[in-house]
């Protein structure tokens, strides 16, 4: 079966961040990722994914403010050079951690900028993103973002965001598959993993309504966790999802 991360923005939030690596890894998760680091020190966070035994397998680019609504900076051509800053910012984590991938967030559409600037502003932060991380051995991801819960997010479906990947044309960017996402936008979940398999950098997922945990709503994941164990995808899959309760109590699906 696939190897599963516990993504920490998400899952544990009874406890403080730091806590979290070691309470995934007492639920048998051997891998972590979360949003962003950057609020914490970074020792500390090194040290509780070392202490833990867990590999950190994932986060985001700085991506504006989250907190005020904002979902990434890479499409906004006044934030290029905040972009750029956060890339360096998110090397030096990755660098610490022993992360090999850093996910991209497009950004929300701004008014009155045309559609075509803001997609030549993501192609052009991509690109840079990937070449300031390759000599490291690291992948960009780039993540679609449903429009339902996300309205205005730039790049909401897969095949657009294999479109821009495809005009940024580095080796090392790829795509993040949400299957919650992929679920509200696209469907066919199991044809367009296979479809897209070479391209997928890590896979992420929640049920459909309502973003909890698997057996909540309308998607087989017993089906699709060994269908992606048949297709042969080499990476993680992160659980990115809502816990009803407690995060332990949402883990029958490991079980089986």
């Not at 929300?108 to 030549?120: C, F, T």
């Not at 696209?186 to 479809?195: F, I, P, V």
């Not at 459909?208 to 042969?232: K, V």
């Amino acid at each position: 079966m696939p190897r599963f991360s516990a993504n920490l923005s998400f899952l544990f939030l009874d406890r403080p961040f730091l806590d979290r690596f070691s309470a995934a890894a007492a639920c048998g998760f051997s891998g972590v990722e979360f949003h962003f680091p950057y609020d914490f020190p970074m020792d500390e966070v090194t040290d509780a994914a070392c202490r833990a035994g867990v590999e950190v397998v994932l986060f985001n680019f700085p991506a504006g403010n989250w907190a005020a609504g904002e979902r990434g900076i890479a499409c906004l051509p006044e934030r290029v050079a905040e972009f750029r800053l956060g890339v360096d910012k998110a090397a030096g984590w990755a660098e610490a951690l022993g992360c090999p991938r850093i996910n991209c967030l497009a950004g929300l559409r701004p008014v009155g900028i045309a559609e075509a600037v803001l997609r030549d502003t993501l192609i052009g932060n991509l690109r840079f993103a990937a070449d300031s991380l390759k000599p490291a051995g690291r992948q960009v991801l780039l993540e679609p973002l449903n429009s339902r819960d996300t309205p205005g997010f730039l790049v909401d479906r897969s095949a657009s965001a294999l479109a821009i990947l495809d005009e940024a044309d580095r080796s090392n960017l790829l795509l993040q598959y949400d299957i919650f996402h992929a679920q509200v936008m696209e469907g066919e979940l199991a044809l367009t993993l296979t479809r897209h398999l070479p391209r997928i950098g890590h896979v992420q997922f929640a049920d459909n309504p309502g973003r909890h945990q698997p057996g909540t709503g309308e998607i087989n994941f017993a089906f699709l966790f060994r269908h992606l164990n048949a297709i042969g995808y080499p990476g993680w899959v992160g659980a990115e999802y809502a816990p009803t309760g407690l995060t332990e109590a949402s883990l029958e699906w490991m079980g089986r």
